[in-house]
């Protein structure tokens, strides 16, 4: 038996036949298992849909409560039996609900891992390394370059500058789920107490995050029309990425444009996009993370995919593991 024949890549996603579901379609399908809420994975239409709770609640929040026909609640750590294939869904460490899927069948297991990373995120569950006969891999920073810096170093970058600039407002952008509300916490864990202003595209997102125990502290609307433009003098404002290319985030007063992304590394993405304060925080994985997990998990094979596949799989070669890219289409590193 070949691992393809359990779980292969087709133009609507991941599809296993002897389960005949897809995980993360891209097109519309009948049975979908879902790794985690960002655009790319998480998609409406689909007729069945298996996610952990948390994400089947992000999806109704993002897409409407009829954003499939029948939903199917997947408890971290239990097996579930789909067709002759069992599935299992274990921590990934991504963003709030995400999740990496197993699936097992005549005595072969695969990991579906979705997007992950392995640092600490105060706003879900750590990634857990679950043993596999093929692992599936992200590849969004899997370059040696790239190598995410410590993230309370990155905090206290932006905590300092609002202190020198007392007068300026400070304007993060940052993606609407996951990365804001992270941003949000690890300032908190900071020590920041005042309020918060935010986008009022992050605030149905943010309000199920506080509703789900994740102490954001006080958020208030970012809204100008409401004050004057001198109230926002000095303060912490977090906004979409859409909404911070916009003029939106200039209607504030001498703003210190900063941006929350794993791009950030890169002087000329944050260049530009205009960014004074880049802050190098990502829910991807770096390549030391990457290398790692494919140590932990002890996979016979890996399959690489949505990233910069040559590097990982050259790298697995080299330590003797068999490795190919997927070329999976249809998922972007926007959420970063
Ligand atoms: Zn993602």
Partial sequence: MKADDLLHPTRKGL????????????GKVDRALVTHGHADHARPGNRAVMA??????????????????TRQVAELGKTTTIGDVTVSFHPAGHVYGSAQIAVEWKGMRIVASGDYKRRRDPTCAAFEPVKCDVFITEATFALPVFRHPDTAAEVEKLLVSMRRFPER????GAY???????VIRHVREAGYDKPIYIHGALKKLCDFYQHEGIELGELRPATIETGKKGDFAGALIVGTPSAFADKWARRFPDPVASFASGWMRVRQRA??????L???LSDH???DELTQTIKDVEAEEVWVTHGREEALVRWCELQGVAARPLHLVGYEDEAE
């Fill in 52 to 69: 952990t709770r948390e994400t089947l609640d992000i999806m109704a929040i993002r897409y409407g409560e009829d954003f499939c026909e």
């Fill in 15 to 26: 599809y296993c036949p002897p389960g005949d579901f897809y995980i993360d379609p891209v």
């Fill in 176 to 182: 609407a789920l996951g990365k804001a509300q992270r």
């Fill in 278 to 280: 880049p802050l190098i």
């Fill in 271 to 276: 260049r530009q996009r205009g960014v004074e």
């Fill in 169 to 172: 407002a400070h304007i993060v």
């Fill in 285 to 287: 994985s770096d390549w």
